[in-house]
Structure formats: C-alpha cells, structure tokens
C-alpha cells in the first residue's frame, strides 16, 4: 500500500481526546541519545531511506520515528505528555489543530534555516516560530472523467455547482466527526459560505443527495466509480478526496495515460498545512533544530510528494513530472483561521451530524 493510501485511510475523530499507544520505528537508540533525533508522528509520515542517510551524514545524527495512529491522536498525545515528550520533534499537527497544540504550549520557539524560501501565508505562528511549515495538502472533489464524458455533462468545479440539479446523488463525502477529509470539506464551507451560511448550504446540498460514509476508504474504494485506475466498484462519479489523488491513480501505471481517470473540483478545496516543531523538554534540542532545519531544504522538500503525496512548502523545489503533469495547481482554496477552528470545530461538527447524519 502506498504512502498516499496509508495517509488517506487515516480517519481521526479530530475533536476527541483519546490517547494511543504509539510504536517506534527506524534506528534503534533512545530519545537521549545525543547522537539519535527521535520523531513523533502520525502513521502517514514516511520519508525515503536515502533522505534520512543524506542527513545522518550532514549531522551526525540518526533518526528515530515513533508513529502514533492518525494526526489527531498524536497531536493529543503530544499534549497529554507536555513537558516530557516521547521525543524531540513533533511532525504532523496541521492547521485543524494548531492552535490546540500552540496554546498548550507544546512546542518550544525555533526559527528554522531557509524560512525564507516559505511563503508567508503558510507561517501562521510567524509571530514566535514554534512551529515550521512542512507540507500542504487540499482536500478537493474528485471526479470520475469516464462518467461525465460518457453522459457529456461537464464535471462540477466549484461548491456551488454541487447544489446544481444536474448534480443530484452524485456525490459521496465523509463523516466530518470520523474522518479527518471529511471534518476538512466541512471546513471548506465553513470558508467558502461563512459562519452564518454553511448550514444552509448542507441542507441544500442533503437535498441534492449527498451520500455520507464514515471514512475515506470507503467513499474512495468502495462507492467512488473513479476508483482503481477508473475501474471502481461504487456508483458515485463525486467524491471527496486530495487533489493529489489524481497522480496516485497513475504511479505504475505502464503505458503512462495521456490523462489519468480522475479530475479534481478545483473550486472545492480545502488547504490543510502541516507542521512540524521541537518539542518543549525535548533531550536533544540541538539535533531536534538541525533536523528542523533538514526538513527545509531541498532535499527533504523534494522527497515530500513521493512519499507522502503532498505538496512541499518551499517555493524552489521541484515537483514530480507525475505531479505537475495529472495533478491540479490549487490557486484559490478556502482556508479558516485556525484560532477559528479551535474556537468552534466541536460546534460546528455537532452542528453538521444534527443537520445531515440525523
């Protein structure tokens, strides 16, 4: 199973605080080792074995990754041992749950090397650098090509279009309380129509028949006719997945297709940015700044859509050609505070299952 699935089928409930039981992998050494970097993380972090050598031999340090289940409880794990960590860094707390993690003081300040090369908008603790920017990713409709085409009906772009008649039970999304894709469509109306209108926006998408699943794997494999190089088993041609599904649908795929089987809603989207930062009692806060620093540079920035299936943050590095030439360039996604989303996630969650699960 590719990295892009493993991250995909991660369903956090995001608003629980639960705790899990996390597993160490990599080299062997403990936290307090000075020459071992320990790494707190979810399950969907994967790096290549030739990045982590490249920075064993810049530094001196080798790197050991305690994976956690999925973001969210990682991130509450992380907030349960504060002042102890299990480690050093802390990769994979997003814009969904930043300020959580921030205002319990997870994170001690650090201003990592070459922040200059990440656009500003993706610094959102500009102002005390506990966090570094590492990735982005959009959560976005995906279409079934093969489906519109056959039906010569052109595919939906933008939120609005979703509601549209011509749409009506097309469309499968994920449970917003079990699924962290669907929590971030939620979000992507919450941006899109404001506080004051996203409501009123489910109930006419409920009316057009959206079909509610509780995770990604299921809407993506199970109901998504887009599915499996186009060969999927459900009968949605809708569904909500990652912009970045698309060039999944085509790594391996021999002969390479001139178009792969799926399209991406470009209006849809959602941007999810995701964090890393040195953890606060950290053992080795000199190792945990060097490796901050590494995931910056080129090379750990490069690495990032292969095996993670997102999006690096620094402006100059390069991307894939199966990226650039299946994937969708994302220009104008809805976005939410993360103060915001703290503030009112679990509401607006209640909100939502009250309206469309009820």
């Not at 909500?240 to 002969?255: K, L, R």
């Not at 859509?305 to 104008?332: C, H, W």
Request: glycine share 10%; hydrophobic share 35%; proline share 5%.
């Amino acid at each position: 199973m590719n990295s892009y699935l493993r991250r995909a089928m991660s369903t956090a409930v995001i608003g629980a605080l639960g705790v899990t039981t996390l597993a160490a992998c990599g080299d062997s050494g403990s936290g307090s080792d000075s020459k071992t970097v320990t790494v707190v993380s979810h399950d969907s972090f994967q790096v290549s074995k030739g990045v982590w050598k490249e920075f064993t031999e810049q530094t001196g340090y080798k790197v050991k990754v305690v994976r956690g289940a999925d973001a969210g409880a990682a991130v509450n794990q992380a907030i349960l041992s504060k002042g102890n960590p299990q480690g050093d860094v802390f990769f994979g707390v997003d814009n969904t749950l930043l300020s959580r993690a921030l205002d319990k003081g997870v994170f001690a300040p650090y201003r990592a090397k070459d922040l200059d090369t990440v656009p500003s908008a993706l610094q959102l603790d500009a102002a005390k650098h506990r966090v570094t920017p590492v990735d982005t990713g959009d959560i976005c409709v995906n279409y079934d090509r093969k489906f519109f085409a056959d039906k010569k009906l052109a595919p939906p772009n933008t939120f609005d279009d979703l509601i549209k008649p011509q749409y009506k039970n097309l469309l499968v999304t994920e449970n917003a309380a079990t699924s962290s894709p669907g929590l971030a469509f939620l979000l992507g109306t919450v941006g899109t129509y404001g506080a004051d209108g996203w409501q009123d926006y489910w109930k006419k998408l409920k009316d057009n028949g959206v079909e509610v699943v509780d995770g990604w794997e299921q809407a993506y494999n199970d109901r998504f006719s887009g599915s499996g190089g186009g060969s999927g088993k459900g009968d949605k041609p809708l569904v909500v997945s990652y912009a970045s599904s698309p060039p999944a649908e085509v790594v391996g795929v021999e002969p390479q297709p001139k178009e792969g089987p799926t399209g991406v809603a470009t209006g849809t989207c959602f941007r999810q940015i995701e964090f890393a930062g040195l953890l606060d009692g950290a053992k080795n806060t000199k190792g945990g700044k060097a490796l901050l620093d590494f995931m910056l540079s080129k090379t750990f920035q490069e690495d990032v859509p292969v095996s993670m299936y997102v999006n690096p943050v620094r402006q100059d590095a390069k991307l894939p050609e199966v990226f650039t030439k299946y994937g969708a360039q994302i220009t104008k996604p809805a976005t939410v505070a993360p103060k915001e989303i703290t503030e009112n996630r679990e509401q607006w969650i209640k909100s939502w299952t009250s309206l469309v699960v009820r």
